[in-house]
């Protein structure tokens, strides 16, 4: 059974900082996929950054050059370091693991991040 368990939510200032953690057990962590999800009340849930299983990242627009996601193969965790934080990356964060040779996916429980102004 996969496991995703995310951690490094929190309260920031606008301009702030934090880092995401997920930690994924009962996987192949290798051969993933994994991505982070943000849902902000009334929208839908919409991709910010992903990292392939070769260490190829892919980021959302309005976060490039602010957020890098990054893996840890030896841990089976994938990252999220959030800098110059915005209220509009105010949202529930979640951790989504994608087996890159069935497309099977798993998602975590989520981690809520609010940025005040």
């Known amino acids: 059974q996969v496991q995703l368990v995310e951690s490094g939510g929190g309260l920031v200032q606008a301009g702030g900082s934090l880092r995401l953690s997920c930690a994924a057990s009962?996987?192949?962590?290798?051969?993933?996929?994994m991505g982070w999800y943000r849902q902000a009340p009334g929208s839908q849930r919409e991709l910010v950054a992903s990292?392939?299983?070769?260490?190829?990242?892919n980021y959302a627009d309005s976060v490039k050059g602010r957020f890098t996601t990054s893996r840890d193969n030896a841990k089976n965790t994938v990252y999220l370091q959030m800098n110059s934080l915005k209220p509009d990356d105010t949202a529930v964060y979640y951790c989504?693991?994608?087996?890159?040779?069935?497309?099977?996916?798993?998602w975590g429980q989520g981690t809520q991040v609010t940025v005040s102004s």
């Open positions: 009962g996987s192949i962590f290798s051969i993933t996929t």
């Open positions: 989504n693991l994608l087996y890159d040779f069935n497309k099977i996916n798993y």
């Open positions: 990292i392939t299983s070769g260490g190829r990242t």
